[in-house]
């Protein structure tokens, strides 16, 4: 993405603009409500925590 000036920015600024939340998705034992995506395909996102993870089974809810 590029600002009004025709200058690309920077993932941590990306993140500012869209309120904290990262483009893309979250890797296993990653957050997926900080990704626009979520969880990365074939992941799975923990019903309280929100943590992805390869399977239901390993949530600690």
Not at 2 to 26: A, L, V, Y
Not at 43 to 61: A, F, K, R
Request: charged residues 15%.
């Amino acid at each position: 993405m590029k600002t009004n000036f025709g200058k690309p920015i920077k993932r941590e600024e990306m993140k500012q603009i869209k309120g904290g939340i990262g483009i893309g998705c979250s890797i296993a034992g990653g957050s997926g409500k900080y990704w626009t995506q979520g969880c990365c395909h074939g992941l799975y996102t923990c019903p309280v925590s929100t943590l992805c993870v390869t399977s239901l089974d390993n949530c600690l809810n």
